[in-house]
Nanobody, 125 residues
């Protein structure tokens, strides 16, 4: 069992940057492929970014166009999402998730086994 706790969300203006963190406890993060997802009001949850168990492989949603960067620090049991050039359409609850089976980056939400409670990101225009 692993627990995931996100932080770093908040209210920012369009064009600003923000870094989300996800701290794991219970088991070392190095055991898991990790990912970030988001869900905006009235919309389905969507994949944002994923990183392999080794950290060597990353995957991003096409709509990001290079604005976000996922990274991991296994020594700190922490996953990060650096977000830049934020847009109002990035407003959502952001969730981190852990995949216990697939060692590579994974963009399919149902494949993830553990989820955090989410952190709200609101981007004003």
């Amino acid at each position: 069992q692993v627990q995931l706790v996100e932080s770093g969300g908040g209210l920012v203006q369009a064009g600003d940057s923000l870094r989300l963190s996800c701290v794991t406890s219970g088991r070392t993060i190095s055991l898991y492929t990790m990912g970030w997802f988001r869900q905006a009001p009235g919309k389905e949850r969507e994949f944002v970014a994923g990183i392999s168990r080794s950290g060597a492989i990353t995957r991003y949603a096409d709509f990001l166009k290079g604005r976000f960067t996922i990274s991991r620090d296994d020594a700190k049991n922490t996953l990060y999402l650096q977000m830049s050039s934020l847009k109002p359409e990035d407003t959502a609850v952001y969730y981190c998730a852990a995949d216990t089976r697939n060692p590579y980056s994974d963009n399919v939400g149902r494949n993830y086994d553990y989820w955090g409670q989410g952190t709200q990101v609101t981007v004003s225009s």
